[in-house]
């Protein structure tokens, strides 16, 4: 996975606990100086940060720590278990879905430690925290006594599923025959799917806005075939050709999920379009008005963005060691199981897609 300038990976020692972005959480946690001050002799303590852009301070804060065995400071306890902790999450709100894109941080790493769940704990006056990780699957399971009120602690086990896309995500339901590969033009790709950087493209493309940030994302196209996808199928994002021949330069990059697809027809204004569209998609609001008031797109796509797969396979590979047939529509096409689990074994990413995969 390509590191970006988003969200940058920093050592305790080099964090400033005296920005006004940690003022609530020394409101909120009477010992967190002393916390704070605790991980900054630790040569390991690294959190996740977000700065301005403007003037260097902070906009976002993660702290993750890896855990074994019961937890005993929540009742009730909790059995004994490989966790990942959300130590510490906060995000100044400005439109921009920066926590869903902690949120993804956190489930990376979550997979990449193969543990068994993760839990925070939050306080139920952050109510907007508090339904992100209800969105993705995190319940109440126990709570936990502090200085001025308890607090509750949300987890969400990785080895069950519900059954729905959003819940399960990071999880990728496996439904046999339903595997999909679409094409999408560089310059929307990487803004859309910014862990999915090529080793050749500057993290400097990145902004903090909405389509990058999410874990949903909404793609519009013309393209034959749509029409045929359905909730819960497996969606492989196949970045096409610049600065040389398709054969070599066009990439399978990410596999993601599809939530729904809707024609543009099914929105009755053009605000109801904007508000649907606007958060999720790479293009501009001018864009839309004018993609709804000409249906030029007709279709909408909206799918969770899964995994970033590490070694990319472009269309010699497809062709030569995957036997897709050349005569092939390559904006999008289906695909079978086990092409699927053949591009999965080629990345590199085979064992990490199993422990995602589940029989839908």
């Given at each position: ?8 990976a ?5 964090i ?10 020394k ?9 704070f001050?605790?991980?900054r ?6 959190a996740y940060t977000?700065?301005s ?7 976002g ?5 890896e855990?074994h ?14 966790r990942l ?9 400005h ?5 869903e894109?902690?949120m ?9 430690k193969?543990v068994?769940s993760?839990?925070v704990t ?6 907007a925290?508090?339904e ?18 308890e ?5 969400r086990d990785l ?15 496996f ?17 859309l799917?910014?862990d ?16 990058t940030?999410?874990i ?8 034959q ?14 970045r ?9 330069t066009?990439?399978i ?5 599809v ?10 204004t053009?605000?109801?379009?904007l508000?649907?569209?606007a958060?999720y998609?790479v293009?501009?609001?001018l ?7 000409r ?8 799918f969770?963005?899964?995994l970033a797969?590490?070694?990319?396979s ?6 030569e ?7 092939i ?5 289906r ?10 074994k080629q ?12 029989p839908?």
């Open positions: 996975m390509n590191d970006t300038q988003l969200i940058q920093e050592h305790f020692s080099k400033a606990l005296e920005d006004p972005f940690f003022d609530s959480l409101a909120d946690y009477a010992g967190f100086q002393k916390w001050d605790a991980k002799s630790k040569p390991d303590s690294f977000f700065r852009a403007e003037t260097g301070g902070l906009d804060f993660l702290y993750l720590k855990e065995g019961e937890v005993k400071d929540v009742y009730p306890p909790l059995h004994p278990a490989h902790k959300i130590g510490t999450f906060k995000v100044n709100p439109g921009t879905r920066l926590g894109r902690f993804k941080r956190a489930f990376d790493l979550a997979i990449s193969k068994d993760l839990y939050v306080f139920s006056k952050h109510s925290l508090v992100l990780f209800a969105r993705y699957g995190f319940s109440l399971v126990a709570k936990k006594p502090g200085d001025n009120c607090e509750l602690v949300l987890a080895s069950t599923v519900s059954g729905d896309v959003v819940l399960d995500y990071p999880r990728i339901p439904r046999e025959g339903r595997h999909f590969v679409l094409s999408l033009y560089p310059i929307w790709h990487s803004r799917l910014p999915s950087l090529l080793n050749t493209e500057s993290p400097d493309i990145l902004e903090d806005v909405s389509h940030n999410s949903d994302k909404i793609y519009l196209t013309a393209m075939g749509i029409e045929q996808l359905q909730r819960g199928d497996t969606l492989l994002i196949y096409t050709a610049s600065g040389g021949s398709a054969y070599y066009s990439v990059t990410s596999v993601c999920v939530e729904e697809v809707i024609h543009i027809s099914s929105f009755k053009e605000a109801e379009f508000e649907y569209c958060p998609s293009f501009s609001k864009e839309l008005i004018d993609f709804f008031r249906k030029k797109y007709p279709w909408l796509i909206r969770t963005y899964n797969l590490t070694k990319r472009n269309r010699k590979v497809l062709l060691e995957i036997k897709l047939p050349r005569n529509y390559w904006g999008f096409f695909i079978t199981t086990e092409q699927l689990v053949n591009i999965l990345t590199g990413d085979y064992e990490k897609a199993s422990t995602l995969i589940y839908s």
